[in-house]
């Protein structure tokens, strides 16, 4: 099975390199300083116990990586709009997409009953660009379960969280138990991931956006690490209630999330001095998830009539904080 990551960054590093590890057929699709230093070095793995020398494939030539049975796209929303053309040659008719990205994907409504089918987050996929782009007949959702961080190109530096390496959830967007979606989840269990295949796959993605809606944007504005702002009891209290408007939005479109956000919070105190994603992209200057994870909480609020005024105000905050930070792509 061939397999391309497309996006060098800390996911998409860690994911092409346990890949690579496993002796997958993996190509790596990246540019610049990363490319240059991949195919220079290898691509590195540092882990707490020890360092690792990868070796995938590296490409920065969609014709060159050809057609794939598994794209793995690792790139921010706003970014995909603008890879598309890199992405449609390695896209067959039997080719599938896996999503790999926080927050809400642009892929959400798709398979869903009634007129929801039909629609699009414009907070995500203004005009259903990506939709249209790449077709979400070829999508397998996935939700990402992994700490990383590119210190430097070619580069990943891969934090294990209680002893497991990552973990991440596959599932058709129908609910279907496919070949097809049996065959990824085994592509990443072979790389040394966790990785069940979900019939509920919307679940999962609010399960993890639980943990993000409040976190990343409120580490940017307060530049504090994942123990600090849930250690801080006024700040925890107001993700508390984040979480509880995201259940309010969720349960208005047939979404169960498992646990409380009192358990949530509980459980995201031990994380220490881990830094967010997003302030991740803070300190690097990189364009932010703002919008898939906080401002599509927003507009699904809009589109089932229910307030999120706590969400709303963040999101506004944390947009201006990245925009005046020149970490603000707009979708």
């Keep these: 099975m061939k397999i391309c990551v497309f996006g060098a960054g800390a996911v998409g590093g860690a994911v092409a390199a346990y890949m690579a590890r496993a002796d997958l057929d993996v190509t790596l699709f990246a540019r610049g300083a990363t490319l240059a230093a991949v195919r220079d070095k ?4 540092r882990r707490e116990e020890d360092e ?34 890199s992405l449609r040659p390695m896209i067959g008719p039997d080719t599938v997409v896996v999503p790999a990205q926080n927050g809400i994907p642009w892929w959400y409504y798709y398979a869903l009953p009634g007129d929801w089918g039909k629609k699009h987050l414009d907070t995500v ?20 379960g992994i700490g990383a961080s590119v210190p430097e190109p070619g580069v990943v530096s891969h934090r294990s969280h209680r002893g497991r390496q990552g973990r991440f959830p596959v599932g058709e967007p129908d609910g279907s138990e496919s070949d097809r979606v049996h065959r990824v989840a085994e592509a990443f269990q072979t790389a040394g991931f966790e990785s069940e295949v979900s019939t509920e796959i919307r679940n999962n993605l609010w399960h993890k956006l639980l943990g993000n809606v409040g976190a990343n944007p409120i580490s940017v504005l307060t530049v504090g690490t994942m123990g600090e702002i849930h250690n801080d009891e006024p700040v925890a209290d107001l993700m508390t209630k984040m979480m509880r408007e995201c259940y309010a939005v969720s ?5 169960t999330i498992p646990g409380t956000p009192e358990e949530r919070i509980e459980l995201l105190k031990g994380t220490g001095a881990f830094r967010t994603s997003s302030l991740q992209d803070l300190d690097r200057g990189s364009p932010m998830e703002v919008d898939g994870i906080v401002g599509a909480v927003s507009e699904m609020g809009r589109m089932v009539g229910v307030e999120t005024p706590l969400v709303d105000a ?18």
Excluded: F, M
């Excluded at 290898?42 to 793995?45: A, R, S, T, V």
């Excluded at 963040?314 to 979708?331: E, M, S, W």
């Design 42 to 45: 290898g691509l590195i793995l």
């Design 314 to 331: 963040i999101y506004a905050l944390t947009r201006l904080r990245a925009d005046l930070a020149g970490c603000y792509q707009a979708p």
């Design 52 to 85: 690792i020398v990868t070796q995938p494939n590296v490409t920065d030539d969609p014709a060159e990586a050809g057609v794939q049975d598994v794209v793995i796209t690792t790139l921010k929303s706003p970014a995909i709009r603008g890879a598309l053309d």
């Design 125 to 144: 996929d203004p005009g259903g660009h990506v939709w249209k782009g790449l077709g979400p007949e070829h999508v397998v959702g996935c939700v990402v």
């Design 251 to 255: 349960e208005k479109l047939g979404v």
